[in-house]
């Protein structure tokens, strides 16, 4: 019995993303790595399509989608290897704070722009003294009659030079205890005193812009604030499952991506005479790889059928962030032994989910993070 089911409808909207990847991104990637961006207008293309932020719902603009869509754009274009389209952090993970905690006039005047690919979203927290600690952010917010004024820079922003809002976490400097002054603001591109910075020049994720925000003197209305005053941090720790989820779920497609590509290469190049894959010692790393990739997909689905039932699986979910991003680079690392010096050729298949799968044990929390999560949780 499988764990999740997909109905006709999900299995159509499978195929339709595919052929759309296949014809508008699949063809540009390399471009689009080059350049380290995507262009606004394939954006643009996917929420005309119906392939961004399917949960939204109709009033809104959406399509009202049940978690199992998310699902399906994510691993799909995680199978397309343009992880740097980071569709899911905009669609599943920065979205969802509007739609969840958003006024009436914010979801009204935001989310059918962020559906249709208008509006291209960020989620500024890190800065450079306040990655893993939160509580130590130095972006200020103060309080100005009917206005609100942040100060401070943030860094490693993805979609970072492309959004056109921020949702900007900022510290009350009134407000001692650092968890309870914390609030979410929604930033729009080119208001005054908010400045983009340079793309950085990543490791991987080539085609995802990812920079430094500074804001000085930025003066944004207080109906800006999203939701209570002092629960922005609560309210990042309330979505974190499904961020992680989402995270988890784009590095197993990656894995299962590679461990496909390095069974079919080894099929079919000779070694001393034999097939790669008639060599014992290949096949059991072939195995050893595959046993993997189907322990954290059967870890995987059940948590998103819990996730799916409202079920409580922040442990869980901390749990397959650090082991399946960990195993799932261990199995891009081994691929590339198996495929030798073809796997240091830019054109291999499996080099770029290689290179882009370094980074997922570190963004949505650490793998070290995850872990001191989940033994506080065992009361250790
Ligand atoms: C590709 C990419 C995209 C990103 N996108 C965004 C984004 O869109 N928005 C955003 O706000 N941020 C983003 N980030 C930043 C990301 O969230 C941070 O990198 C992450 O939270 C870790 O923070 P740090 O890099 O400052 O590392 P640090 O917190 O300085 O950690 C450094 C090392 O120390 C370890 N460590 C830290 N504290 C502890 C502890 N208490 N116990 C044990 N070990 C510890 C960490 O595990 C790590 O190994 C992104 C990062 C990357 C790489």
């Not at 699949?26 to 392939?51: R, V, Y």
């Amino acid at each position: 019995m499988e764990i999740i089911n997909y109905t006709e409808e999900h299995k159509q909207f499978r195929q339709r993303l595919k052929n759309f990847l296949a014809k508008e991104v699949i063809p540009n990637i390399e471009k689009w790595e080059h350049d380290e961006i995507t262009p606004k207008s394939i954006w643009a293309k996917l929420g005309k399509n119906g392939f961004l932020c399917t949960d939204v719902p109709q009033e809104y603009g959406g399509m009202g989608g049940d978690f199992l869509y998310s699902v399906i754009v994510c691993e799909e274009i995680a199978y397309s290897t343009i992880a740097g389209l980071l569709t899911y952090l905009h669609s599943d993970i920065i979205v969802p704070y509007i739609s969840t905690f958003g006024t009436e006039d914010q979801k009204k005047k935001y989310l059918s722009k962020c559906v249709s690919g208008d509006i291209i979203t960020a989620v500024a927290m890190t800065e450079p003294g306040a990655g893993s600690d939160l509580a130590s952010l130095c972006t200020t917010a103060e309080d100005d009659g009917d206005h609100v004024v942040i100060n401070g820079s943030k860094t490693f922003i993805s979609n970072g030079i492309n959004c056109d809002l921020v949702i900007v976490a900022a510290k009350d400097p009134v407000i001692e205890n650092s968890y309870k002054a914390i609030s979410l603001y929604i930033v729009e591109d080119g208001t005054p005193g908010f400045e983009k910075g340079q793309n950085l020049e990543k490791l991987g994720l080539h085609s995802q812009d990812t920079a430094e925000l500074f804001f000085s003197k930025c003066r944004i209305p207080k109906s800006n604030l999203l939701g209570e005053r002092g629960k922005g941090f609560y309210m990042l720790m309330q979505k974190l499952q499904q961020e992680r989820l989402m995270i988890t779920i784009n590095a197993l497609a990656s894995g299962e991506f590679i461990l496909e590509e390095t069974i079919e290469y080894c099929k079919k190049t000779k070694d001393q005479g034999g097939l790669l894959a008639q060599n014992q010692s290949v096949q059991f790393k072939l195995v050893e790889m595959a046993t993997d990739i189907k322990i954290g997909r059967t870890f995987i689905d059940k948590l998103i059928a819990d996730h799916m039932e409202g079920k409580d699986v922040n442990t869980e979910t901390s749990m397959a962030k650090f082991w399946v991003s960990e195993m799932a680079n261990k199995v891009a690392d081994r691929s590339l032994d198996l495929y030798g010096y073809s796997g240091w050729l830019e054109k291999c298949s499996v080099v770029r989910p290689w290179r882009d799968l370094r980074g997922t044990p570190i963004f949505g929390g650490t793998s070290q993070i995850m872990r001191k999560i989940i033994a506080k949780s065992m009361g250790l």
